[in-house]
């Protein structure tokens, strides 16, 4: 059971990033299972064969994974686990159409520094790395000039990261 949220007080970014970085973790799974599917489904022998597909297939998959999981409860299995939830910015759930648009527009956290590292023409793992570290550490930084630390995608999507902390 757990308590209504505590939408007063926004959570601490760092929590905020931790939850962030173990739901990258868990995304891990559902890529490897997900790419294991389309690669057996569509007979692909060699990695390079249909990775525009394989991208396009994997950016579905990992949609409906939280689209689905912020519309039935605002947790993903990392939020549950910080103690988080996603909800509109007056605390309601969040519906399907605005759980996809926050989806959509949470790759925000990459475009940018994606779209840098093509423009210079970088393809090193080691710097494409660095620069998308960078640019994410950036983005994160911009919640605090926002007066309710809103990422971006936050502020335009109507959504926000509010605790939800198990009753005692």
Same mark, same amino acid.
């Given at each position: 059971?757990?308590?209504?949220?505590?939408? !007063?007080?926004?959570? !601490?970014?760092?929590?905020?990033?931790?939850?962030? #970085?173990?739901?990258?973790?868990?995304?891990?799974?559902?890529?490897?299972? !997900?790419?294991?599917?389309?690669?057996?489904?569509?007979?692909?022998?060699?990695?390079?064969?249909?990775? *525009?597909? /394989?991208? +396009?297939?994997?950016?579905?998959?990992?949609?409906?994974?939280?689209?689905?999981?912020?519309?039935?409860?605002?947790?993903?299995? !990392? $939020?549950?686990?910080? *103690? $988080?939830?996603?909800?509109? /910015?007056?605390?309601?759930?969040?519906?399907?159409?605005?759980?996809?648009?926050?989806? $959509? #527009? +949470?790759?925000?956290?990459?475009?940018? +520094?994606?779209?840098?590292?093509?423009?210079?023409?970088?393809?090193?793992?080691?710097?494409?790395?660095?620069?998308? /570290?960078?640019?994410?550490?950036?983005?994160?930084?911009?919640?605090? #000039? *926002?007066?309710?630390? $809103?990422?971006? *995608?936050?502020?335009?999507?109507?959504?926000?990261?509010?605790?939800?902390?198990?009753?005692?």
């Amino acid at each position: 059971m757990t308590a209504p949220a505590d939408t !007063a007080l926004p959570p !601490a970014m760092l929590r905020r990033l931790a939850a962030f #970085l173990y739901e990258g973790v868990l995304l891990f799974g559902v890529v490897f299972f !997900a790419g294991y599917l389309f690669s057996v489904s569509t007979s692909q022998h060699h990695a390079l064969q249909g990775r *525009h597909a /394989l991208g +396009a297939f994997l950016f579905v998959v990992i949609g409906i994974y939280f689209v689905w999981f912020w519309s039935r409860g605002g947790q993903t299995l !990392a $939020l549950k686990t910080w *103690h $988080l939830r996603v909800a509109t /910015l007056d605390g309601q759930p969040v519906g399907q159409w605005r759980a996809l648009l926050r989806y $959509l #527009l +949470a790759w925000l956290w990459f475009l940018p +520094a994606l779209v840098s590292a093509w423009a210079m023409e970088i393809h090193s793992g080691g710097a494409l790395s660095a620069i998308v /570290l960078g640019g994410m550490v950036a983005y994160a930084m911009l919640a605090r #000039l *926002h007066p309710q630390r $809103l990422l971006l *995608h936050e502020a335009l999507s109507g959504t926000r990261v509010v605790n939800q902390f198990p009753t005692p």
